[in-house]
C-alpha cells in the first residue's frame, strides 16, 4: 500500500561486587535531567523480536541500524547508565562477577558504536521490552554487546541487564522463552583457564521490572527446534507489523482513526469500532479492503496522550489476502473476544467466485458465494497481531 502508514506496518526486542560486599543501588534509572524531551523510542522504526528465541548472541538480526537520530535518542534514555551485570538481580551471580572482574563499568558513553540496533521483545500498556544490540567494530572480546532493558509508558529507563557479552574469561548468551521471561546462559574459562558456569532464568513484571525467577526453566533452547517450530498457523502470504503513530484527537477518536489509516492509503474503510480490553481498557479495531477483496485489520491502543490533544497510539496490523480467483468479498460480522493474555478475533468474510460451467440452461457466467472466517490473535505482551487457527 502506498500511504505512509502502510510503509510504517510493512504490509505484506554493572556493577561488581567484591569481597562479599553488599550490590550498590540500581543503576538502572537514568538522571532526571536524561530523556527530558519526550518518548524518542515511541518514535524509532522498530523491528519486532518474535519469541521464544535461542542463542541470541550468536545470532545476527537483519534490522536496519539505528541513524544519527536513533544514536542521540539511546544516548539521551541511556545517559552514564553503567549496564547491569546478572548480580544486580540475582545476588548468587556476585561469586561469578567478583571472579572474572569484567565489565563492571561498561556504558553507553565508554563504549564504540559502528552498528546499533534496537528489536522489540513486548509492548505493554505501563512498560515495553527491548534488545539493545551494540556492534562496536572490534576484535575478540568487546565486539558484541546485548541489552535486554525496559522503558516506562514515558520512555524512560525502567530496568536493564547485560545480557550478551564476551570477555577474556568468560562468554554469557541469552534465551528469549517468552516476551517475559529468558534465561542468562555463561560459560567461565577461555581456552586453558577455567572459571565457573552460570545459568538462570529471569522473568519481566507488567511494570517492566526485573527479577530472578527461581521457577523458571534454565535449560538451554534448542536453536533448530525453536526455528522449525515458528508460526506453524502463520499464512506464508499473511503479513503482521506493528508501530507507534501519534494523531490528532482524544483517546478514542474515530475520525482521527479514520484519517490515519483510511485518508491517503489506497485502503477503503469497512469498520472503525471502539472496543474493550480485559482490564477495561481501551482499544480501537479498524478493518480496510485492499483490491478486490483483500482485508487489513488493524488494532491500536492508546499509550499516551501527547501535547496539544493528540495521542500516541501502539498500532498493530494484519493482512488477509483475497483468495486465488475471487471476484469480490463481502465483509459480516466483526467479533471481538478479550482474556487477560489478549484478544481474539474473527472476522466473517463471503468471496464471490465463478461458478465452474456457468448457467445449466443459458451457459451465462454464474458466482458462488464461499464463506470463510478470518482469525486472528493480538499479544498484548508482544503487542502483535497474528493470524490465528479457529
Not at 538480526?61 to 544516548?75: K, V, Y
Not at 517492566?208 to 521457577?215: E, T
Not at 482474556?339 to 474473527?346: E, L, Q, S, T
Request: hydrophobic share 40%; glycine share 8%; proline share 7%.
Amino acid at each position: 500500500m502506498p500511504s505512509r502508514l502502510t510503509r510504517v506496518l510493512s504490509l505484506p526486542l554493572l556493577l561488581a561486587a567484591c569481597n562479599g560486599a553488599a550490590p550498590p543501588p540500581n543503576p538502572a534509572a537514568p538522571p532526571a535531567a536524561a530523556n527530558a524531551h519526550g518518548n524518542c523510542l515511541a518514535s524509532l522504526p522498530v523491528t519486532p523480536l518474535t519469541t521464544p528465541a535461542a542463542s541470541l548472541y550468536a545470532q545476527d538480526f537483519a534490522a536496519t541500524p539505528l541513524d544519527a537520530a536513533g544514536l542521540r535518542c539511546i544516548a539521551e534514555v541511556w545517559g552514564e547508565t553503567r549496564f547491569a551485570s546478572p548480580e544486580r538481580h540475582d545476588p548468587a551471580y556476585a561469586p561469578i562477577q567478583a571472579a572474572h572482574g569484567e565489565d563492571g563499568d561498561l556504558r553507553w558513553t565508554n563504549v564504540a558504536h559502528e552498528r546499533v540496533q534496537l528489536l522489540r521483545i513486548a509492548q505493554g500498556a505501563a512498560a515495553a521490552t527491548w534488545l539493545l544490540r551494540i556492534d562496536t567494530g572490534l576484535a575478540m572480546e568487546g565486539s558484541r554487546y546485548d541489552l535486554i532493558f525496559t522503558s516506562d509508558a514515558h520512555g524512560r529507563l525502567s530496568d536493564q541487564m547485560l545480557v550478551g557479552v564476551e570477555g577474556v574469561m568468560y562468554r554469557r548468551n541469552v534465551d528469549l522463552r517468552s516476551p517475559l521471561q529468558f534465561t542468562v546462559l555463561e560459560v567461565g574459562g577461555r581456552e586453558t583457564a577455567s572459571g565457573p558456569d552460570y545459568r538462570a532464568a529471569f522473568r519481566i513484571d507488567d511494570d517492566g521490572r526485573i527479577a530472578s525467577d527461581p521457577q523458571g526453566s534454565t535449560e538451554a533452547l534448542d536453536p533448530a527446534a525453536v526455528n522449525a517450530a515458528a508460526d506453524p498457523d502463520q499464512p506464508a502470504d499473511g503479513d503482521s507489523a506493528t508501530s507507534v503513530e501519534e494523531v490528532d484527537g482524544a483517546p478514542g477518536d474515530a475520525e482521527a482513526i479514520r484519517q490515519l489509516l483510511f485518508s491517503d492509503s489506497g485502503v477503503i474503510e469497512e469498520v472503525v469500532q471502539r472496543q474493550t480490553l480485559a482490564d477495561g481498557s481501551l482499544a480501537m479495531l479498524a478493518v480496510g479492503r485492499t483490491d478486490v477483496a483483500g482485508l487489513v485489520l488493524y488494532v491500536l491502543r492508546p499509550v499516551a496522550t501527547g501535547t496539544h490533544g493528540r495521542t500516541r497510539y501502539q498500532v498493530a496490523s494484519l493482512t488477509f489476502p483475497e483468495p486465488d480467483q475471487a471476484l469480490g468479498g463481502e465483509l459480516g460480522p466483526a467479533v471481538w473476544k478479550a482474556d487477560k493474555d489478549g484478544v481474539g478475533i474473527a472476522l466473517t468474510m463471503r468471496y464471490d467466485f465463478l461458478r465452474e460451467g456457468g448457467n445449466a440452461e443459458t451457459g451465462e457466467p454464474q458466482t458462488r458465494i464461499v464463506e470463510q472466517t478470518l482469525n486472528a490473535r493480538l499479544q498484548l505482551a508482544s503487542g502483535e497481531l497474528r493470524a490465528a487457527s479457529p
